[in-house]
């Protein structure tokens, strides 16, 4: 492979492995599992490539043997953790997809860094092509063809993306803290929003406050049944 064309390949998946003679004892499985350390302790600014070595006790250049760059080691820790999602099978397309869609969001909430990741390069490892294949077998089962296949999988994927990228998001940056504490700490402002916008300062009192994991949970459980009660009424009927 000539110089340089490692770094340019689209994905890890499509690159042909280094030839195992003069392969450092670091291997693959390794690496991945220290980035994931690293990524769920710290996510995406806490990996870099001097870190993972310091991390494996080895230098970059047994890191830069398996993969070319950052990119490439973040599909490789993406498709890992794919493997934790799984799409129900045998009870109809909507139990498969309502089951999909938690255990996706439940995969997010154990790796929040993922949110930004989907869509960024193709999801073609082994998980991620097994995902998407059982997904696709679930929906075609519905009767949904060619684009609107295509169309109704990515509604509950991007619907469960931002569901539970909003959810992580709020637990990492208020580590420890109510959402009535948080609240709370707002009464200056609120006392303003009074005079102003009563009925949303009326809202975040009333709602806000009790923004505990059951409301957080039917919740996301209100929205996933809108999107899929949007696609059974679009989904083609039975021949």
Known sequence: MPVGEESRAPSVWVRPERARRGRPALGRT????????????????????????TRLNAGATSVYWHVANKDELLELALDRVMAEVEVPSGDGWRAAATGYARSL????????????????????????????????AAFGSAGFTGFDLEYAWSAVVDYVIGAAGS????????????????????????????????????????????????VLEGRFA???????????ARRPPAQ
């Open 222 to 232: 209100f929205g996933l049944a809108c999107v899929l009660d949007g696609l059974e």
């Open 167 to 214: 959810e992580a998001s709020w637990q990492r940056a208020q580590p420890g803290t109510s959402a009535a504490e948080w609240v709370e700490n707002l009464a200056p402002y609120l006392d303003r929003l009074d005079g102003e916008r009563p009925g949303l300062a009326s809202h975040i009192r009333e709602i806000w406050m009790k923004e505990t994991g059951d």
């Open 105 to 136: 969001r439940a995969m997010i909430h154990r790796h929040p860094w993922t949110v930004t990741l989907f869509g960024g390069r193709p999801m073609i490892g082994p998980n991620a092509t097994r995902v998407l294949d059982e997904v696709l």
């Open 30 to 53: 390794q690496i991945v599992d220290a980035a994931l350390d690293l990524l769920d302790a710290e996510g995406l600014d806490g990996l870099s490539m001097r870190r993972l070595g």
